[in-house]
């Protein structure tokens, strides 16, 4: 046994310098370096499958190898000529956010668009599935968790139906995601002619151990005209609760119009991470002209590859955009320093700032590290609300009543950090007003939580909370 732990020990010492070079925050690094040092061989085990950041140089070549947007745009002066033309007509405090927020993301807006938000599964189960039986050209389809239920069945079985009247059908799925989904879940679909592939699989000959990356996306491209994205994955919960949760508050984004185009380059690219396929024939990017009267959309699409939190920045620049109200909501909220002061910044220039969490969380655990920082934001003068009913999953924010973003990043590291995810930010008074309404309906259903209030927790509560805070940075 000596040995074995003296063998753990020096397999930590051996993985500090890899965690140095991965140059983590410092708070991350010396955590972990504590943990591979203090806890022998577990910790060397946790961090080898939790502690990986970014993909493998060999897989971020392959990444770079295909771009949908580049190889389809014109270069960088088109994308500038883009950005211009939308953001010249716009008020000088949206123009500047508007040009912000596509440099940081990357990728121009586009203009001319419809958006309809989605209160709920049942209306976006209903209204996807409608979709993809009236499709005559392809279905794209990418999810987090894809169950083996009902739900997931009754969609399945369309996308089969869609294979068998000559729709390309592509399926594309997160392996970790879909850890307890069997892969014989798709046996149908892949008879009858649909294209499936994991993203980020674990299979060791592939050499994709990386357990702690995910493509954490929600996205359906139909005809490459109608897109939908959101947090809503592919089960019975997301459409009317579960035993647990007998409510799921959870939200979807419909979009027609140019930006489907720039989600369809998306899934492309993800696409060709997973299978090194390349989807570039015209069919796929059909001409849509843009509305006269449409929304402008910004896509903020980011990722491990790189060392921009696109999501973090993005969150940020809309809180020092604010000057009337900020309502954000998050399932799972970890904040890091900047997005701690961004919030606090705002309240002082006497913004309006509501953070909605639910009072549960389908991961008991986050609900403690979470309400380690109520104590923070009580400082700083945010109001925090806890839904009641049941599970709110979420990802909303919106802006003095003109700017919404809904997607599938979470307000925490991991979001920030670690995951694929994407979100649409809308520049629409009609889209931040359903978006106002639906967080008015879930103010109603929440507990404020007030410093007095929650001072008076049990102390157990706060030890709890004080022992699992330390493991934010980890996530």
């Known amino acids: 046994m000596f040995w074995f732990f003296l063998a753990g020990w020096v397999l930590g010492l051996a993985l500090v310098p890899r965690i140095l070079l991965q140059k983590k ?11 591979v040092l203090l806890f022998p061989v577990v910790g060397a085990l946790v961090y080898l499958v939790f502690g990986a950041d970014r993909i493998r140089r060999q897989r971020l070549r392959r990444r770079e190898q295909f ?81 083996d239920d009902a739900t997931a069945n009754r969609l399945l079985d369309a996308l089969v139906r869609a294979v068998q009247r000559g729709v390309i059908v592509r399926l594309l799925l997160d392996e970790i995601g879909c850890l307890f989904t069997p892969t014989r879940t798709f046996a149908k679909f892949r008879a009858a002619g649909g294209h499936f592939a994991w993203f980020l699989t674990l299979i060791p000959e592939r050499k994709m151990l990386l357990f702690n990356l995910r493509n954490h996306r929600k996205l359906v491209v139909v005809d490459g005209r109608t897109a939908w994205l959101g947090g809503m994955n592919v089960g019975d919960e997301y459409n009317g609760g579960s035993e647990q949760f007998p409510v799921w508050r959870d939200t979807q984004l419909r979009l027609a119009g140019p930006v489907a185009t720039a989600l369809q380059e998306i899934f492309a690219d993800d696409w060709f991470f997973a299978t090194k396929q390349r989807i570039v024939a015209a ?47 998050s399932p799972y909220l970890v904040p890091d320093a900047s997005l701690l002061d961004a919030l606090g910044l705002a309240v002082l220039r006497g913004v309006d700032v509501r953070l909605l969490v639910p009072a549960q969380s389908d991961h008991r655990w986050l609900t403690h590290v979470t309400r380690s920082f109520y104590d923070e934001l009580f400082a700083k003068g945010v109001r925090v609300f806890e839904f009641q009913p049941g599970m709110m999953h979420s990802k909303l924010i919106t802006i003095d009543g003109r700017w919404s973003m809904i997607g599938s990043a979470n307000l925490d590291i991991r979001s920030f950090r670690l995951n694929y995810e994407l979100n649409a930010l809308v520049l629409s008074e009609a ?10 309906r879930d103010f109603a259903a929440a507990r404020e939580r007030t410093p007095r209030e929650f001072a008076r927790r049990p102390r157990l509560q706060k030890l709890t909370e004080a022992a699992l805070r330390p493991f934010a940075p980890l996530l």
Do not use: K
Not at 431 to 440: D, G, I, M, P, R
């Open 25 to 35: 925050t410092p708070v991350s690094t010396l955590a972990w370096i504590w943990g």
């Open 67 to 147: 771009r949908a947007h580049r190889e389809r745009a014109s270069g960088p002066a088109a994308d500038a000529a883009t950005l211009e033309a939308i953001a010249a007509p716009l008020p000088e405090a949206d123009r500047e956010l508007l040009r912000l927020v596509s440099r940081i993301n990357r990728l121009p807006p586009t203009r001319g668009n419809e958006t309809a938000v989605l209160d709920g599964g049942a209306i976006f189960f209903a209204d996807l599935l409608a979709a993809i039986e009236a499709a005559r050209e392809h279905v794209h389809v990418m999810f987090y968790i894809w169950r």
């Open 283 to 329: 069919r796929f990017y059909p001409a849509i002209e843009p509305r006269a009267t449409g929304e402008v959309v910004q896509l903020v699409s980011g990722g491990p590859d790189n060392r921009v939190s696109e999501h973090g920045l993005t969150v940020v620049s809309l809180l020092h955009h604010a000057r009337e109200r900020a309502w954000l909501a």
């Open 431 to 440: 889209c931040a007003a359903e978006v106002e309404a639906q967080f008015a």
